[in-house]
């Protein structure tokens, strides 16, 4: 199945999907602005699900299954702790609770709940380095194309540019794809067409 992302407002990534991923440490999972992105009829059990976790070293998933038109939601608590190398967002804990526990389906929403605007840049990263855009899967399902819309939530209040995170996101994406593409598809005459190609993007020249 290809994965497509999007980085959109928290509100607008929700609309029409059917799952539900929302990662924060439990302090932020707690605020306001990410409460209000929980079905209401869920909430109840929303704040259940983070008031006795303990994410330990790598974090966790905990998962509610509904009978409305949300019909999984999963929180993914994130510690609290990082080394002094690593960043607060802790990245490697969201890449690899969503790698492991996205929703399925084929319209899900991924938002990161961060203490500052400043944190989503390492959001976007996380999020897409754990969503590879390379495949070459031939069953029926590999065929079809899957939407993750993805939102970044900072409980400051602050905002966050779309723009920037989208290039981000994307440029992650794009090489990964081609780390991960064999070299029998990804020779040296193919890897110079790609070259080419991201050229003319930025209007320079090979």
């Known amino acids: 199945m290809k994965t497509e992302i999007q980085?959109?407002?928290?509100?607008?990534?929700?609309?029409g999907a059917t799952g539900l991923l929302i990662l924060g440490t439990p302090a932020n999972l707690k605020a306001d602005a990410v409460t209000a992105c929980v079905p209401e009829s869920a909430r109840a059990a929303w704040t259940a699900?983070?008031?006795?976790?303990?994410?330990?070293d790598m974090g966790i998933k905990r998962t509610l299954y509904t009978d409305g038109d949300m019909r999984q939601i999963s929180v993914g608590i994130l510690p609290t702790r990082a080394s002094?190398?690593?960043?607060?967002?802790?990245?490697?804990a969201i890449s690899g609770i969503v790698r492991r526990g996205a929703p399925s389906g084929e319209n899900i929403a991924i938002l990161v709940a961060v203490s500052t605007a400043d944190e989503a840049i390492a959001a976007a990263c996380a999020v897409g380095r754990s969503l590879p855009a390379y495949t070459r899967k031939t069953s029926k399902a590999s065929k079809r194309r899957r939407i993750i819309q993805?939102?970044?939530?900072?409980t400051d209040g602050g905002t966050v540019d779309l723009d920037e995170v989208t290039a981000v996101a994307e440029g992650v994406r794009f090489a990964a794809r081609l780390v991960d593409a064999p070299t029998s598809e990804l020779d040296t005459e193919a890897f110079?067409?790609?070259a080419?190609?991201?050229a003319e993007i930025g209007r320079a020249h090979v």
């Open 192 to 194: 110079v067409d790609v």
């Open 7 to 15: 980085f959109n407002t928290p509100k607008t990534a929700l609309v």
């Open 196 to 198: 080419r190609e991201t």
């Open 84 to 92: 002094r190398h690593n960043c607060p967002t802790r990245p490697d």
């Open 49 to 56: 699900m983070i008031a006795d976790a303990n994410p330990g």
């Open 150 to 154: 993805v939102g970044v939530i900072p």
